[in-house]
């Protein structure tokens, strides 16, 4: 098993509808939680971080992380042609400075 | 604003060949990494650094090495090339602490003939 599993995609979401990018990790441990955007031929920059079980919100973006679960998910309200990336979800495992990324979804956003 | 370098954006070498990608960051950032990044199979992780001479392996650490001479550098090297290092080769830098954002330099793809 994976330690950080997202779905591949592709995504596909109309111009302006919701966009749901989800991720479950292994480590019950994990305390810290990332989403990556990466454009094809680009290195990964960071969208959002969260460290608490809920959401949190920033623009368009809203991060969900549920431990219990071992679930953490992106939201991107609006979708704009522009998201369309892949986007990495990150974990970071209990004290240790090892960042563990998934392989990453696939967005397309049809204008 | 934060930056990370490295040396080359494209290189092609030979099997055999001893390559260097080095990598600088100029954001005074205790750590440093070296990932690659494969077609579905994401970010793996080389190596990393959390102090000048200290690195740690990461999850695929065989046929790389690394140093890290001073703080603001960090060199991956692949001892001897193989074809199954062709690869995007990824630098990243976060502050001291785990858990925080990692910054990316603009990748390295080498090509290994």
């Known amino acids: 098993q994976k330690e950080v599993e997202q779905n591949s995609g592709p995504l596909s979401v109309p111009e302006g509808a919701i966009a749901s990018l989800n991720c479950t990790y292994s480590d019950r441990g994990s305390q810290s939680f990332f989403w990556y955007r990466q454009y094809s031929g680009k290195s990964p920059e960071l969208i959002m971080f969260i460290y608490s079980n809920g959401d949190k919100e920033d623009g368009r973006f809203t991060a969900q992380l549920n431990k219990a679960s071992q679930y953490v998910s992106l939201l991107i309200r609006d979708s704009q042609p522009s998201d369309s990336a892949t986007y990495l979800c990150?974990?970071?495992?209990?004290?240790?400075?090892?960042?563990?990324f998934g392989a990453g979804t696939r967005l397309f956003v049809k204008a | 604003d934060v930056k990370v370098t490295q040396s080359s954006r494209y290189l092609v070498k030979r099997t055999g060949e001893k390559v260097f990608l080095e990598c600088v960051q100029d954001?005074?950032?205790?750590?440093m990494f070296w990932y690659r990044q494969d077609p579905g199979l994401g970010l793996r992780l080389i190596y990393f650094s959390y102090d000048v001479k200290m690195k740690e392996k990461g999850d695929i650490p065989e046929g790389y090495s690394v140093s890290r001479e001073k703080k603001e550098r960090f060199s991956l090297i692949l001892e001897s090339a193989s074809t199954n290092q062709t690869s995007m080769y990824l630098c990243?830098?976060?502050?001291?602490?785990?858990?925080?954002?990692?910054?990316f330099g603009p990748g390295t793809r080498l090509t290994v003939l």
């Open positions: 990150a974990v970071t495992h209990t004290g240790g400075f090892k960042t563990i």
């Open positions: 954001m005074d950032h205790e750590n």
């Open positions: 990243a830098s976060s502050a001291k602490g785990s858990g925080d954002t990692q910054y």
